[in-house]
């Protein structure tokens, strides 16, 4: 440890610690606009100044490592003016349009100003403008409140591995470009818009729609893929205005991709359900809730009681709670297996090959920790970005070694220590040709999609196995924000909650579809009928829903959903990290699927227990292997990982019945159709957008 | 885009120059000797050269934008740089600069409708000792005076 | 060729082939002594070159003076990088026009000279960066590097002595900040000319990251003659404590302009009036520029008694600086000269960092408005005050070039600013339209 003084206070800090980052832990901050942890240095704002003893210049503390007998004063008189002048020329330009500006508020000038600078100013020359310019539908640009502090670029180049933005011009033009001459083309991820310190880069969804103190934050889990990271959603008059993660808190600290900060705007598109519908005189038509609820119980007890056939298929997207619920509801209340959902990864085979061992599945962390990763068969980049950032910042930060096997080139490339090219469903053969590079790695994470799965996913765990590689973990990749939770439940006809075996398996959801015999088809929160012909024509289709999907449009009641920023309960992303829902705003006339489902079982007169989030999460607590999870965690907001390895599966996975989506950076399945930004950035110069790696 | 055999070769012999992890390096130089002959920075070039180097075209608007040699938009033919920097300020270099401002009829990177004269008040071009200077192109006239400065223009106006 | 005539007072030795027929072609060279130094750098190990350049009290010649035999010592013995050879021919010092001369009419020298730091080093290729505006010395570089390989100085196995060197050019394309070392390793790598953050010095990770040897195109044309001499000979050239011979550029109002090489040490007064023939029409000299733009301004008076060499110069509070010699004569006026070298720092400041970026600017604007008489002064003071605030607190040394010679303006001629200022004559807006920096 090297030894230290700084304003006086005795500090100590590893050799090569920065002396902002020392201070920082003694608890001094030492301002700074262009420093920004993780990132490369740039020591260009000069604010972070400080005197140091036996130094005839001040020094940069970004820049500056510790050393053992360093004075450094940060607070001392010539860095005090240091920083003002500082700041006196940074106003010079910036245009002062605080009132109207998205950042004010919370912007870091202006607390830095505040808090270091002169309220007066000594520049009466004319300002240098150039006009605000829109790069794509979500990232806007306006250079004069720019102070080129260079985190946008790094964070682009350095965080996300795209490279779109750039400096051009030179001196007092200097500007922040886009990655083609006047539009971007890249991930439209707008970690660039969250990262800017003013208001120079801001959010096409956002910009001039509120200030930020009149917004109120509610911490949630993002609903799309399965990477399970926590949006801070702002809500101005119960409208969701802006989606980031500003605090950092959650697996995913401050990043988010397209989908987690802008497609929250399915909440409020013109086509929600609002009413429910029944079919009357073959036309859907809007009724009141109990004649609703009263008509599908009927039709449910009806079925039940002559011994009909029920059909329930549940959703990737729908809470562990309303997941549980209404397997509870299906085996228990209805007395059927046949119950199923929409599968995307084979987590069945992967629990059983690795039946025993503790510690066997990578979590989110591990991406970003674990010495070695083996990417196979996916496109992280495009399915995974968190997942995917994660193992860029472990190279950046850790020089991790990453090995990519997959079909085309994908972004891991770049910085992979090797490429293997290899079609779906053959990648074993490019696996086994890394054997002796592989073998050398003290650590591996595995991370594998889709097409790995079943007798492939069982070589490729044997395999890894007989390496002897010290600490071996997994990630399966899965689709959606609850794929994994759906698993965990018991969405499945031969397995129930924590992967118990049922005594008499039902039918599997393309079986359900096929048959000809289905009574009753009940659908939660799924669109099976946008990828399956429904056989049982004379079915009564009851479906639980947001929109009008194609499902919803054969159904014979519909009963509009509240969607995942609703309302409450838990979520388990693919890493298996447990985390709550928190309700941000409200559709009127929609329920959440829980609630649908405890009043379904209420005019059907059954006891299913109570229908609150928290009763049945306790449940789960108790029911589902893995799940016994501290509440504190949880309820603070935090994630915890569940492991369900304790024990085998008896029933063998179904590799046939995983179909996953394939979806882009810009889709996901049906609810992506629905987000509005979503759709624009694919309509936009920007959808030419092919990553080349 | 194609580019002249004598460019390609250049081009080549460039590339040959850095290592080959290292074709970055060429961008500069490659940007200067294309322009030579496009006469200006095209949008075409920079996506030409950002595709012949393995870059993305945001880098390669990085530098087109920082170094004030590389042009985009139409030069003349005949690029007149006049220095006014220190030591030609001394010794007559803004008379020199004003003069040749009416004489072309021009500004500070203008460039003239027929495409003949351009004219670029230039900082220090390193012929201090020989003040005032001008560069026509590459070339470059120490000692200029206004009279000399006319005669130039008007042999190099014969020529056109 | 030459530009102007030599002057009897000057101690040829860099520019010894200088008024030799076709000085620049090898086979002049190699009639008049050209590479025979590196012949002998063959012969001696590395440590035995660089003391020898130690010994000559050889600082560097771009203008910030760095000993080089030092500067050649930090890089590593042993590297599993390559290392390289990178010669500053980005000359854009304000003033300073004489390695322009050197690489035109003797290149060979400079290919020597590089040859001999890679044997001092173990490198294996060089790179010539040379400015774009002297596209011309691209192409004599590039003919004198292929006579070189076609006589076998270049190459794979020169002269049989098992060494293997190449070396090729590398043209900029309008940047001052690219001489700043650092800038020119990034234009190299194709990429903004600015400064990257040190340590660590090119020495250690310069071209590539890798370690390099990074000079000004004059120092390493003073090396050949260093083992010729032997290196405290070529010390005692000049003065103690700074060797040898150097490149001086007399600009602005002496009677003979032109580029003299000169002993380090020679007095300001004999270079003035014996070299370069007196200030022009007889008058009194008013101010004195060193080293190119970026040094304090000297009045007259302070300048006469000194010599040209490091430590005299900073005694005086300025800087040698890299040989651009700028006189100013009574009839200057100094608040436009202070103007005119604003105007440049503005145009020329890459932007990288606040003070420098936003600090040229402005001062650009408040000289403007002060040239043209509109203006208090109290903006008298806010220019010497922001000049101040950009002073040492900058990225790189581009900003305390911007701020030292309007500092020392300001407060040596602060009379003629507030002359101007009870001058206005015309109704001038009271915002003038001051174009920045118009790049396209």
């Given at each position: 440890m090297v030894n230290l003084t700084i304003n006086g206070i005795a500090v100590q800090a590893p050799p090569g610690t920065l002396v902002i980052d020392a201070a920082k832990k003694a608890g001094i901050e030492i301002p700074a606009f262009c420093y920004y942890e993780g990132y490369s240095l740039q020591a260009a704002c000069r604010m972070c100044l400080v005197e140091v003893e036996k130094m005839p210049k001040l020094q940069t503390a970004c820049t500056l490592p510790v050393g053992e007998g360093m004075v450094v004063r940060t607070e001392a008189a010539a860095v005090?003016?240091?920083?003002?002048?500082?700041?006196?020329?940074?106003?010079?330009?910036?245009?002062?349009?605080?009132?109207?500006?998205?950042?004010?508020?919370?912007?870091?000038?202006?607390d830095m100003v505040f808090r270091y600078g002169a309220g007066e100013s000594r520049f009466t020359e004319l300002k240098h403008h150039v006009d605000e310019k829109q790069w794509s539908p979500v990232v806007f640009y306006d250079a004069p409140r720019c102070i080129l502090c260079y985190r946008c670029v790094r964070v682009c180049d350095e965080g996300m591995g795209v490279g779109a933005l750039g400096v051009v011009n030179r001196g007092v033009l200097s500007e922040i470009a886009p990655s083609h001459g006047d539009h971007l083309e890249c991930d439209e991820c707008g970690a660039c818009i969250d990262i800017c310190p003013v208001g120079a880069l801001t959010s096409g969804t956002y910009r001039y729609q509120t200030r930020p103190w009149e917004m109120q934050h509610v911490g949630t889990t993002c609903t799309f893929c399965a990477d399970g990271c926590k949006t801070t959603l702002g809500i101005r008059n119960e409208k969701i205005v802006r989606g980031n993660n500003r605090d950092q808190s959650g697996i995913n600290g401050e990043f988010l991709c397209v989908k987690g900060r802008y497609a929250f705007d399915f909440q409020e598109h013109p086509g929600r359900l609002t009413a429910p519908l029944m079919r009357i005189n073959g036309k859907l038509e809007e009724v009141s809730w109990s004649k609703a609820l009263a008509a599908v119980a009927a039709k449910f007890s009806e079925v039940k009681s002559r011994g009909g056939q029920f059909g329930v298929i549940g959703s990737t997207k729908t809470s562990n709670e309303e997941n549980f619920f209404l397997q509870k509801f299906a085996r228990q209340g209805l007395g059927t297996a046949n119950i199923d959902h929409r599968r995307s990864g084979d987590i069945v085979t992967l629990i059983d090959a690795l039946a025993g061992k503790t510690d066997a599945l990578g979590s989110v962390q591990d991406a970003y920790l674990m010495k070695a990763s083996l990417v196979v068969g996916t496109d992280l980049a495009q399915e995974h970005p968190l997942l995917a950032f994660q193992l860029r910042a472990n190279f950046r930060h850790h020089?991790?070694?990453?090995?990519?096997v997959a079909a085309g080139p994908v972004r891991e490339d770049s910085y992979s220590v090797a490429q293997v090219r290899a079609a779906a469903g053959e990648e074993m053969a490019g696996v086994e040709s890394l054997r002796d590079r592989l073998a050398k790695e003290p650590e591996l994470l595995v991370l594998f999609g889709a097409s790995v799965k079943g007798e492939a996913l069982r070589k490729l765990v044997a395999f890894v196995g007989s390496l002897g590689i010290a600490k071996v973990k997994y990630i399966c990749l899965m689709d959606y924000s609850n794929s994994r939770g759906a698993m965990d439940m018991g969405l499945l006809p031969d397995l129930g909650p924590g992967y118990k075996p049922v005594s008499a398996a039902g039918l599997a959801l393309p079986d359900m579809m096929a048959s000809t015999g289905l009574d009753v088809l009940w659908i939660v929160g799924a669109n099976p009928l946008a990828r399956h012909e429904l056989k049982s024509t004379g079915a009564f289709v009851v479906v639980q829903e947001m929109f009008l999907t194609e499902t919803a449009a054969r159904a014979d009641v519909v009963l509009p959903a509240s969607s995942a920023y609703e309302k409450g309960g838990t979520v388990t992303s693919g890493t298996g990290e447990v985390q709550r829902l928190h309700s941000a705003a409200k559709t009127m006339g929609a329920k959440p699927d829980l609630e649908i489902m405890g009043l379904i079982a209420k005019e059907m007169k059954l006891n299913l227990g109570i229908w609150a989030n928290a009763n049945v999460f306790e449940e789960i607590r108790r029911e589902v292997r893995g799940y016994n999870i501290p509440l504190p965690t949880i309820a603070t907001g935090q994630a915890v990982q569940t492991s369900p390895l304790n024990g085998r599966v008896a029933v063998a996975s179904r590799p046939d019945l995983i179909q996953p989506a394939g979806n882009t950076l810009f889709t996901s399945g049906s609810l992506g159709k629905y987000s509005k930004k979503l759709t624009s950035v694919m309509e936009y110069p920007g959808a030419l957008y092919k990553p080349q790696y | 885009m194609t580019f002249s055999p004598e460019l390609e070769k250049r081009i080549e012999k460039l590339l040959a120059s850095y290592p080959s992890n290292r074709r970055k390096s060429a961008l500069i130089p490659m940007l200067m000797y294309a322009q030579d002959e496009t006469g200006y920075v095209t949008r075409e070039l920079v996506e030409e050269v950002a595709r012949r180097i393995g870059i993305p075209p945001v880098q390669v608007d990085e530098v087109?934008?920082?170094?004030?040699?590389?042009?985009?938009?139409?030069?003349?033919?005949?690029h007149v740089q006049v220095c006014t920097n220190i030591s030609c300020l001394l010794t007559g270099g803004e008379e020199l600069y004003e003069h040749t401002c009416k004489k072309l009829g021009l500004g500070h990177r203008e460039t003239a409708a027929d495409g003949v004269f351009s004219l670029e008040e230039v900082e220090c071009m390193g012929a201090c000792s020989w003040a005032p200077a001008v560069q026509i192109n590459y070339d470059f006239y120490h000692h200029v005076t206004p009279e000399k400065l006319d005669q130039l223009i008007d042999d190099l106006k014969k020529v056109h | 060729m030459l530009y102007n005539e030599p002057s009897p007072l000057e101690t040829r030795v860099l520019t010894r082939r200088f008024s030799l027929p076709n000085s620049a072609s090898i086979d002049t060279a190699l009639a008049n002594g050209g590479y025979q130094q590196f012949l002998k750098a063959c012969g001696m190990t590395q440590e035995q070159i660089i003391d020898e350049v130690k010994a000559s009290n050889l600082r560097g010649r771009g203008g910030a003076g760095f000993p080089t035999g030092m500067k050649?010592?930090?890089?590593?013995?042993?590297?599993?990088?390559?290392?390289?050879?990178?010669?500053?021919?980005?000359?854009?010092?304000?003033?300073?026009?004489?390695?322009?001369?050197l690489i035109e009419n003797d290149p060979h020298l400079l290919i020597e000279g590089i040859l001999i730091a890679a044997q001092a080093v173990g490198a294996k290729a060089g790179y010539v960066y040379i400015r774009g505006e002297y596209r011309y010395l691209i192409d004599i570089m590039e003919k004198a590097i292929d006579e070189a390989y076609a006589k076998g100085w270049l190459g794979k196995n020169i002269q049989g002595r098992g060494v293997d060197f190449d070396l090729y050019t590398h043209t900029g394309a309008g940047a001052y900040e690219c001489g700043e070392e650092s800038a020119l390793l990034e234009s190299l790598e194709g990429k903004r000319g600015q400064p990257r953050i040190r340590p660590p010095f090119p020495a250690v990770a310069g071209l590539y990251q890798c370690p390099t040897v990074l000079n000004n195109v004059e120092t390493f044309c003073a090396v050949p003659s260093i083992l010729e001499m032997g290196g405290k000979a070529w010390a005692d050239l000049g003065i103690p404590k700074a060797g040898g011979t150097k490149l001086t550029c007399l600009t602005g109002h002496v009677n003979k302009c032109g580029v003299y090489e000169l002993p380090l040490g020679f007095p300001v007064e004999k270079m003035i009036n014996e070299v370069g023939g007196g200030i022009r029409g007889g008058r009194k000299m008013k101010a004195f520029i060193p080293g190119g733009s970026s040094c304090p301004v000297l009045k007259g008076d302070e300048a006469w008694p000194l010599t040209m060499d490091y430590d005299a110069m900073a005694k005086a509070g300025t800087m040698l600086g890299s040989g651009g010699v700028v006189i100013m004569d009574e009839t200057t006026d100094m608040v436009k000269a202070a103007l005119r070298i604003?105007?440049?720092?503005?145009?020329?400041?890459?932007g990288w960092c606040i003070p420098c970026r936003e600090g040229t600017?402005?001062?650009?604007?408040?000289?403007?408005?002060?040239?043209?008489?509109?203006?208090?002064?109290?903006?008298?003071?806010?220019a010497g005050d922001l000049a101040k605030n950009m002073l040492g607190r900058t990225f790189c040394p581009l900003g305390d070039a911007a701020a030292l010679p309007t500092i020392s303006i300001v407060e040596k001629f602060r009379d003629e600013f507030e002359a101007k200022l009870r001058k206005v004559q015309v109704a001038v807006p009271a915002f003038p339209d001051s174009p920045l920096v118009v790049m396209q």
């Open positions: 005090v003016k240091a920083r003002k002048t500082t700041l006196e020329f940074l106003l010079t330009n910036h245009p002062l349009d605080c009132p109207v500006c998205d950042k004010g508020g919370e912007c870091e000038l202006q020089d991790s070694h990453t090995y990519t | 087109v934008t920082f170094y004030t040699m590389l042009w985009r938009k139409p030069r003349g033919k005949y | 050649w010592g930090f890089l590593p013995r042993q590297s599993p990088k390559p290392k390289y050879i990178v010669v500053n021919g980005d000359e854009s010092e304000p003033g300073t026009c004489k390695d322009r001369v604003m105007h440049f720092y503005a145009h020329e400041s890459c600017t402005w001062l650009k604007k408040i000289l403007t408005r002060l040239d043209r008489g509109v203006g208090t002064t109290r903006d008298i003071d806010l």
